[in-house]
């Protein structure tokens, strides 16, 4: 794959490793089910392959979030210059991507597209895999009643960081950013430039974490076709389909539904006139790449002044990631009912919260949200090794959400906007 994937799309060569995994863990599943040679085929070879590409993941969880949270919160919060604009900004990514993985949580739970195996084989799958996973990183229990606020402050942010605790990682990465913010400028700037440059180096080691994806993909995919033969496709396509279904919902029911209420702009003319950077975002899987085109469009297609527009899409660009965070619940309740994990209400109203805070840690390039849904899973004592289920459709459904943040960064141009002066900064 390698000499032939040189000059190859990443995706392509995604989607090859998919069908090559699926292809030889379907043929094994058919002709030498329980075999030795099949079991050690995936106890030594296919299985490292693809743990080594989970703790690849996991080694970048804690410093992207850290970084991505406090310079969010930064940008958000700086009390000096866009004061109002900023707050304006912060309810917005707060409300719109509570909509998103609520939608997304409704979604999953009414056509439940991890159901179908039979409870014993995804039992089965989860104690198999239970002890490596909980090698990588501690495997937690969820929280119920008085133990899921207590635990939103950690008692050690380090101790947080190494159990795996994230959501105590988020909460002290907030804190960090809004005392960063109040402070200023002039007595932080040595220590947000450090960790501009943690993030810089996140998002790189990101993109060559990702070139080892359709190895990973294919070893992943091929240890669990090789157990449950067939049934594993015909629910993937069942995950896609209520993937695709929940953005869609939000893309054409609460973007609209802002657009007029807040806005108060009809969502047929912003939608023609965002067709640019609606388009660009959908080919390029990149709220980042994107952020020239949305500037643009924002500024001289919607009329959104030109201060507003900047602070606003840049921002969105990293922290207003309503897309990905609907997907990370989806995909995370997907898994858990793929491998038979009950969850409870509340384990699912964490859930949601750790999407929201996740989707503003989530960089803006394709496979960012890739291991802040890992470290999800962990902590709820799901197989992380269910990634590999995704990842060879995970190129479309990439296209799909980045077009509902690039988006959703238009919309909240629009709505910060209402009431602003059109004087440009």
């Known amino acids: 794959m390698s000499e032939v994937g040189k000059g190859m799309p990443l995706h392509t060569q995604m989607f090859i490793g998919f069908v090559l995994g699926a292809v030889a863990g379907i043929s094994a599943n058919l002709f030498a ?6 079991n050690g085929m995936i106890t030594y070879v296919a299985n490292p392959v693809g743990q080594i590409f989970l703790r690849l993941l996991f080694m970048l969880v ?25 707050g304006k900004t912060l309810l917005y990514i707060m409300v719109v991507t509570s909509c998103a993985v609520t939608i997304g949580l409704l979604c999953v739970n009414l056509l439940e597209p991890g159901r179908g195996l039979p409870v014993e084989v995804g039992q089965a799958i989860l104690a198999g895999s239970a002890d490596s996973a909980g090698a990588i990183v501690a495997k937690k229990e969820g929280f119920s009643g ?11 942010p380090f101790a947080s960081a190494v159990n795996g605790d994230l959501i105590g990682v988020m909460f002290f990465a907030l804190m960090f950013g809004i005392a960063a913010a109040v402070l200023g400028d002039e007595k932080t700037r040595g220590f947000l430039s450090a960790v501009q440059g943690v993030y810089d180096i996140c998002l790189r080691l990101i993109d060559w974490i990702i070139k080892l994806a359709p190895y990973a993909v294919a070893a992943l995919l091929f240890s669990i076709t090789a157990k449950l033969g067939l049934d594993v496709l015909k629910q993937l396509l069942y995950f896609v389909f209520t993937v695709v279904l929940a953005l869609s919902l939000h893309f054409f029911v609460v973007f609209p539904l802002l657009l007029s209420l807040v806005g108060r702009m009809s969502p047929i003319t912003f939608f023609k006139r965002a067709e640019s950077a609606i388009l660009t975002a959908f080919s390029t899987s990149s709220s980042s790449a994107t952020l020239p085109t949305t500037l643009r469009v924002a500024e001289e297609e919607l009329g959104v002044p030109r201060r507003v527009g900047r602070f606003v899409c840049t921002l969105g660009a990293t922290a207003n990631m309503n897309g990905t965070a609907l997907f990370e619940g989806v995909t995370v309740l997907f898994l858990a009912q793929f491998f038979g994990v009950d969850l409870s209400l509340t384990q699912q109203i964490l859930v949601l919260a750790l999407c929201v805070m996740g989707g503003i840690g989530a960089a803006g390039v394709p496979g960012g949200s890739l291991p802040v849904i890992a470290m999800i899973l962990v902590m709820f004592g799901i197989p992380p090794e ?16 980045t077009t509902v943040n690039v988006t959703g960064d238009l919309v909240g141009a629009v709505v910060v906007a209402r009431g602003e002066p059109d004087d440009s900064a």
């Open 386 to 401: 269910g990634i590999g289920l995704i990842l060879g459709v995970d190129r479309f459904l990439d296209m799909c959400r």
């Open 33 to 38: 089910a329980d075999h030795w040679l099949l």
């Open 62 to 86: 804690i410093p992207l979030i850290f970084s991505a949270l406090v310079l969010g919160v930064v940008e958000i919060g700086d009390p000096k210059s866009l004061g109002r604009i900023g």
């Open 146 to 156: 008085i133990d899921l606020l207590l635990n939103i402050v950690p008692r050690n």
